[in-house]
């Protein structure tokens, strides 16, 4: 029963995922059909993960308190609501405040749900349906890329977002009946509605800033006080969790070396992942021409190369620890995006972001492994929800900080901007590793 409950749960998980994803490939006929510049193309997708990212703690913190299948439910319901209404868009305003929606909805469900995966299972059998989870996850992005591309190939762009209607209606109706009623885990308390608009609010102001980087530059005095804004609302945001008296996090925990660790894998994991789907999307389609259909397929050794890593990487962790693992995943992924970043033909792209793709496999496993497996049963929902705060903030740094540095080739029909997106992201995997060398525990964590 509990591996059925893993099935539904990671099928709902991997929606969330996919709604990146398939939209990513849905950009270019998004962009013709309302129409919409870089920018709002770039929201569309940093909209959605920046509402999943900043509510996720609140989502989490909920999740304790109320029971985690009751959030579960709730989150899944409202996600797959907005969807249909995100598919009926004829605007950019309903476009992005159905995303908007959507990610309000993700964020209820994504940290509740896992936080069920990790109160479902013990010992090795919670590495393995880790493991399990983490492939649904990383190798759904990249199957996501397939399925945008038959969706917008064929009835239209809006079907990428009316696909998750029906899927979301049976999800609901089986996880109501056979997900075991969990009671709260943590005492009664306030929800920290105020930390999570200050923390939504502080990665916006960066976010936005990344975002207009593109067009009015990188040191310009707007971009700076942006920047400094976000800091500074971070800042506050911690000095509040601290005086307030339902926090929404313990500060504490984010300090604590595994949680440290993961938070930081995770992050990114996804920052290089959604830098392939982001560069590589509008590389075959805007300057080779491909159809969406045919651009899905070239990205399914992306999908196949991620589960494979994530899988590989499952079963060594408890043998090899999570220390050379994680570095190894960088150094994977640093390879694969240097190769096209040096030489930017199909083949090469192709073959490049595949090997990425496995690099980024192993670090989703690493990352959820490091940060949840050594965490108390009453910890799970806040612990859950911090993992995957910083996925989803690392695919909106990720999705705005190529879009601006590779703005030159999404908008005319030079190359140089992919070349420069490209080297970007595997500096910053090569950066990634030496900072994984030194803060990732050498064993692998255990269960509590």
Do not use: C
Request: glycine share 14%; net charge positive.
């Amino acid at each position: 029963m509990r591996w059925r409950v893993l099935g539904f749960l990671g099928a709902a998980q991997l929606m969330l995922i996919l709604d990146v994803t398939v939209v990513a490939i849905a950009l270019p006929h998004i962009g013709a059909d309302l129409p919409v510049g870089r920018e709002t193309l770039t929201w569309t997708v940093s909209a959605y993960t920046l509402a999943f990212g900043g509510l996720m703690l609140l989502g989490g913190r909920i999740a304790d308190l109320l029971g985690a299948k009751r959030v579960v439910l709730a989150g899944l319901a409202l996600f797959t609501a907005a969807s249909l209404a995100t598919g009926l868009a004829d605007s950019t305003g309903l476009l992005l405040g159905g995303r908007v929606a959507q990610g309000v909805g993700a964020a209820l469900l994504s940290p509740a749900a896992l936080s069920m995966v990790v109160t479902l299972f013990e010992g090795p059998e919670r590495d393995r349906a880790l493991g399990v989870w983490s492939a649904l996850g990383g190798g759904g992005a990249a199957l996501g890329l397939l399925l945008g591309g038959l969706l917008t190939a064929g009835p239209g762009w809006p079907w990428v977002f009316y696909v998750n209607v029906p899927i979301g209606l049976v999800i609901i109706t089986a996880l109501a009946v056979l997900a075991p009623r969990q009671r709260a885990t943590a005492p009664r308390a306030g929800l920290d509605v105020l930390g999570a608009l200050l923390v939504t609010a502080s990665s916006g102001a960066l976010i936005y800033a990344l975002v207009n980087a593109g067009d009015g530059g990188w040191l310009t005095p707007a971009t700076g006080w942006l920047v400094l804004l976000a800091a500074v609302g971070y800042l506050a945001f911690v000095l509040w969790q601290r005086t307030t008296r339902s926090p929404l996090m313990d500060v504490a925990l984010l300090v604590r070396r595994p949680v440290a660790t993961g938070t930081f894998l995770i992050l990114m994991a996804t920052v290089l992942m959604i830098a392939v789907f982001f560069l590589g999307t509008f590389y075959f389609q805007h300057a080779l021409g491909y159809g969406a259909f045919w651009t899905g397929v070239l990205f399914l050794p992306v999908a196949f190369a991620t589960m494979l890593g994530a899988h590989l990487t499952g079963q060594a962790l408890a043998r090899r620890g999570a220390r050379p693992l994680a570095v190894t995943g960088l150094l994977t992924a640093a390879v694969g995006l240097g190769l096209p970043a040096l030489w930017t033909d199909p083949v090469t792209v192709t073959v490049g972001v595949a090997i990425a793709g496995a690099g980024t496999g192993a670090l989703y496993v690493v990352a959820s492994a490091t940060a949840l497996g050594q965490v108390a049963p009453h910890e799970a929902g806040v612990a859950s929800g911090l993992v995957s705060t910083f996925h989803e903030f690392g695919a909106s740094v990720g999705a705005a900080a190529v879009s601006s540095v590779a703005a030159v080739s999404l908008v005319g029909d030079t190359l140089t901007g992919f070349t420069n997106g490209f080297t970007l992201a595997a500096v910053a995997a090569g950066a990634g590793a030496l900072v994984a060398a030194v803060l990732t525990p050498g064993r692998a964590p255990s269960a509590p």
